[in-house]
């Protein structure tokens, strides 16, 4: 007969627990890292830069989202018309997705790379999640500040 063997990271987490280990894990992330990220500040209301880690997946992408559609469809032609200079020079494997739906509700349009079955409350997957949002945000960041004067005009 098999039995089946929880694997030992496995544990319910409260709310409390959870958000503490996910500040553990930016703050030490932070530390292992240090880098003055674009993200937010990217000068485009509408286009972010983002980390995602979660209980499934890690994910660097850049988020086109506006309350105005056409804005929104806007910005995200221009990048994709960047496509082949993004996939060649910068970033192969990059996933793109006119309508995507956030967790939330929120739709965005997602340029993305994302990194599955890891899980931010087991420890054991942080090394290799750090390097991962390290090396693809390093080249999506690099890729954005490039071409930033074209996406804006």
């Known amino acids: 007969m098999l039995e089946?063997?929880?694997?030992?990271?496995?544990?319910?987490?409260?709310?409390?627990?959870?958000?503490?280990?996910?500040?553990?894990?930016?703050?030490?992330?932070?530390k292992s890292y240090p880098h003055k990220w674009v993200l937010y500040n990217t000068g485009i209301k509408e286009v972010q830069l983002k980390f995602t880690f979660n209980t499934d997946f890690a994910q660097v992408s850049l988020d086109i989202f506006s309350i105005d559609e056409v804005i929104q469809e806007y910005y995200f032609e221009k990048i994709y018309a960047l496509k082949t200079i993004l996939k060649e020079e910068y970033l192969q494997n990059i996933a793109i997705e006119d309508h995507y739906l956030l967790p939330e509700g929120k739709e965005v349009s997602k340029f993305y790379l994302q990194l599955d079955s890891v899980n931010i409350?087991?420890?054991?997957?942080?090394?290799?999640?750090?390097?991962?949002?390290?090396?693809?945000?390093?080249?999506?960041?690099a890729f954005f500040v490039e071409y930033k004067d074209y996406i804006e005009e």
Request: glycine content about 2%; overall charge neutral.
């Open 4 to 30: 089946y063997y929880w694997p030992i990271y496995y544990k319910m987490f409260n709310k409390e627990d959870s958000k503490k280990i996910r500040e553990e894990f930016w703050t030490s992330f932070g």
């Open 121 to 141: 409350h087991n420890k054991n997957h942080w090394p290799q999640v750090f390097e991962f949002l390290n090396n693809n945000m390093e080249k999506l960041e």
